[in-house]
């Protein structure tokens, strides 16, 4: 086999490469937002984190319990990557207590950068009713004079 077909297998690859990371990015970016019942703990978690996306940070922090030590300032202090991408991996619920375990993505920065993934879970509990995120939740690293 000669170099100018070595040269051209080599690029043929590499375009084969190119055009799979395209699709992929492609097929990624258009599925459609799972939307969750604003009564289920991954439902809170879900307008949790999208009105902190959204700027809304005293509504994101409508969905702590009562007593925490979290409140609106915190989240004006939390970082969160405008490619931020929220992916669902479990929910376990018993009686009044509730976990949501979700993946944090922020994004691709180029054709062969995945992004950052961070696991994180929220714990909820029933309060008059509604689920409500107790402790410090991500992005959230401290609230008030505590840290995690």
Not at 6 to 27: K, Q, T
Not at 76 to 89: G, P
């Amino acid at each position: 086999m000669g170099r100018a077909t070595s040269n051209r297998i080599l690029a043929l690859i590499v375009i084969a490469a190119l055009v799979l990371s395209a699709v992929a990015a492609l097929v990624s970016s258009l599925r459609e937002e799972v939307k969750y019942s604003a009564s289920s703990p991954e439902g809170v978690v879900q307008m949790y984190l999208t009105a902190i996306i959204e700027g809304k940070n005293d509504q994101a922090a409508s969905y702590f319990v009562s007593d925490s030590t979290c409140d609106a300032s915190d989240i004006d202090r939390a970082y969160v990557s405008e490619a931020l991408r929220v992916n669902l991996i479990s929910t376990s619920v018993d009686g009044n207590s509730a976990y949501v375990k979700i993946d944090a993505n922020t994004g691709a920065s180029g054709p062969f950068d995945d992004g950052y993934t961070e696991s994180h879970t929220y714990r909820l509990s029933k309060e008059s009713g509604r689920w409500l995120i107790e402790g410090i939740p991500w992005p959230l690293w401290d609230c008030g004079n505590l840290n995690k």
